[in-house]
Nanobody
Framework: QVQLVESGGGLVQAGGSLTLSCAAD????????MAWYRQVPGKQREVVAV???????HYVDFVKGRFTISRDNSKKMVYLRMDRLRLEDTAVYFC??????????WGQGTQVTVSS
C-alpha cells in the first residue's frame, strides 16, 4: 500500500518560515507528479504547488515568490519551503502523488498554523 507521510508542520509567526517534508513509499517515485495541497475547515482542498517528474514546478498565484517545492528522487522525498508566511496560510497541508497512469495517493496531512 502506498504511503505518503508528511512532517514539519507546526506553529510559526507571521513572516516566518517553515519547511514541510513528505516521505513517499512509491515504487516509481521518480515518475510521479508530486504536489502539495492545503485545506481549511469548511473549504475545498486546493492545490498549492506541483512538481513534475522532470523537476518543473508550478505554483498558484497566492504562494508565488514565497513557497518553493522540491524533490529528491534518491530519497523519495518532496519538500515545501514556505517563507514569509501569512495568517491566511494556516491550513492542513497534504502531500499528493499521481502516477503516469493517473493513480492518486494522499498523505494524512500536517497542520500549519501562522500566528500574528
Amino acid at each position: 500500500q502506498v504511503q505518503l507521510v508528511e512532517s514539519g508542520g507546526g506553529l510559526v509567526q507571521a513572516g516566518g518560515s517553515l519547511t514541510l517534508s513528505c516521505a513517499a513509499d512509491l515504487d516509481i517515485f521518480n515518475l510521479n507528479t508530486m504536489a502539495w495541497y492545503r485545506q481549511v475547515p469548511g473549504k475545498q482542498r486546493e492545490v498549492v504547488a506541483v512538481i513534475m517528474n522532470d523537476g518543473r514546478a508550478h505554483y498558484v498565484d497566492f504562494v508565488k515568490g514565497r513557497f518553493t517545492i522540491s524533490r529528491d528522487n534518491s530519497k523519495k522525498m518532496v519538500y515545501l519551503r514556505m517563507d514569509r508566511l501569512r495568517l491566511e496560510d494556516t491550513a492542513v497541508y497534504f502531500c499528493h502523488s499521481e502516477t503516469p497512469g493517473k493513480e492518486e495517493n494522499w498523505g494524512q496531512g500536517t497542520q500549519v498554523t501562522v500566528s500574528s
